[in-house]
């Protein structure tokens, strides 16, 4: 269920010192955002927090006497068709921890004083164990968490959603909150799927999902593109996005044994500061995604890399954002994006201390930009010489112009018959600019990918 209610009330009981008291307006700020609003009753409210104490005596004794009479209002919420959760914050939480929530399981969510900065993660966890989905506070973001929409419309190529929503939770974003839970698709659907569309005459497709590597469908990711790479007319896989997390071997060894799925490969790092990586929840850092990235290289040596950047993270200093360019140094992508950090309400980082101020984001935006944008124009120089197969997709914009793709997923335009658009055809690289490649249809059928 959504809820769609403007606002959300918010009972919070404080037992104990001035520092309880201090953490409850804590708690309070961080949850505003996500529409909670204080109220003096607990009957009826959607979220209570006993905000508990340790010090005196059968504290914790107390505290569970309160939860039973919580439970009798809960209990009363659900029955007029509403719902309140139940959270156990302060220092009773962090001693018993998940104990409480086995003593008393009407209790929803119990966290400690050193992580209030993950109510909202919490939250919606909880809500998400109830089914629910959507907050309505958190309005969808087109640029940071749509899928690409599905096109392929008698097209060449076409995108195949495989996995849907995500439970890492990075600090900064709200996909977690308004997509809801990971979700795969049966291989039996996705197969199904791709087969019809090698039937339309599709020769590529591009596996989505906001975590496309974690898909959980019999076999993982890397048991769903040896799948499909079985299928007839199906000569080229891709997917997209993944994390680093997911990176898993067997999808490794994928990219060394599979020849239909291409070598290019999304892999945002966000941040290359492991105490920027930290704040942002990304469970990994700097070292272990440049290692990640030296095992896809030995499995597949022209791997192109392409990522995700934020600049201007809350607290991210000069000499962070300079680790960032040191990691891209490092890498060497092929393409990125990259993103001023914005605040998105709810979300963890919108409340954390240390915002960078806006001239300071677009500065390093514009270093990390130029740095990038070398790098592509690099690594697209390279390919001048080389031949490369092409899928064909499209006419060119000037007449007796087809356009395809490289293997890295860079434009290839050649003057050619538009018989082509389909086919996969070697070209001969001649120039490059920045965004895309020009050469002419090869007479020499080998083509050297390595
Ligand atoms: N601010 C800036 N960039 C963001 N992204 C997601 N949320 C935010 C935000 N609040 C970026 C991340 C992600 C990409 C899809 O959008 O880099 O990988
Ligand atoms: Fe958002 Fe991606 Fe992090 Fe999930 S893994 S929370 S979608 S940035």
């Known amino acids: ?23 409850s307006e804590r708690m309070a700020d961080v949850l505003r955002p996500l529409g909670y609003a204080i109220t003096e009753e607990a009957e009826g409210a959607d979220l209570v927090v006993l905000n508990t104490c340790h010090i005196r005596e059968k504290a914790a004794e107390k505290v569970y006497s309160e939860l039973g009479r919580i439970k009798a209002m809960k209990a009363r919420k659900a029955d007029a068709g509403g719902a309140m959760t139940i959270a156990v914050a302060g220092c009773v939480a962090q001693a018993e921890g998940e104990e409480i929530m086995i003593r008393q399981p009407a209790v929803d969510l119990v966290v400690g004083p050193q992580a209030y900065h993950q109510l ?49 939770f990075c600090t900064f974003c709200v996909v977690p909150y308004t ?34 590597n974690a898909y959980a469908g019999e076999g993982g990711l890397a048991g769903l593109v040896r799948r499909l790479a079985q299928v007839d007319g199906l000569d080229r896989i891709r997917y997209t996005t993944s994390h680093p997390r997911d990176m898993d071997e067997a999808l490794i060894a994928a990219h ?27 469970g990994h850092t700097a070292a272990s995604y440049l290692k ?15 990522g995700d950047f934020i600049v201007g993270f809350p607290g ?65 120089a390279a390919q001048v010489g080389r031949t490369l197969p092409v899928l064909f997709e499209r006419p060119g914009r000037k007449a007796g112009q087809v356009v395809g793709r490289s293997p890295y997923l860079q434009p290839v335009h050649i003057e050619g018959p538009q018989s082509l658009i389909g086919r996969i055809a070697p070209v001969a690289i001649s120039a490059s600019a920045k965004g895309s490649l020009t050469g002419s249809l090869a007479e020499d059928p080998a083509m050297a990918l390595a």
């Not at 060394?256 to 990304?282: C, F, I, S, T, W």
């Not at 990640?292 to 392409?306: F, G, Y």
Request: aromatic share 6%; glycine share 6%.
């Open 179 to 212: 997509r809801g839970a990971e979700f795969s698709r049966p291989v039996g659907d996705i197969v199904a799927e791709a087969e019809d569309l090698a039937r339309q005459g599709v020769r590529e497709v591009t596996l989505l999902g906001q975590n496309v």
């Open 1 to 23: 269920m959504t809820d769609t209610a403007p606002s959300k009330r918010l009972f919070i009981k404080t037992y104990g010192c001035q520092m309880n008291v201090y953490d």
């Open 256 to 282: 060394g044994e599979v020849e239909a799925l291409m070598p290019y490969l999304h892999l945002p790092v966000q941040a290359g500061a492991d105490r920027v990586l930290r704040a942002m929840n990304r």
């Open 292 to 306: 990640l990235v030296e095992k896809i290289r030995a499995a597949r040596p022209d791997m192109a890399l392409s």
């Open 120 to 168: 909202p993660e919490l939250i919606a966890r909880a809500h998400r164990a109830r089914g629910e989905r959507l907050s309505a506070e958190f309005a969808a973001d087109e640029k940071f968490d749509a899928l690409p929409k599905a096109r392929h419309a008698g097209g060449v190529t076409a995108f195949l959603t495989v996995q849907e929503g995500c439970d890492k």
């Open 316 to 380: 991210e200093t000069e000499k962070e954002f300079q680790a960032t360019l040191d990691l891209v140094s490092e890498v060497k992508y092929g393409s990125a994006f990259a993103f001023k950090y914005s605040k998105r309400p709810g979300t963890p980082a919108a409340a954390m201390p240390g915002q960078v101020a806006e001239e300071v984001k677009e500065e390093r935006l514009a270093r990390l930009l130029a740095l990038l944008s070398e790098q592509q124009a690099a690594f697209n």
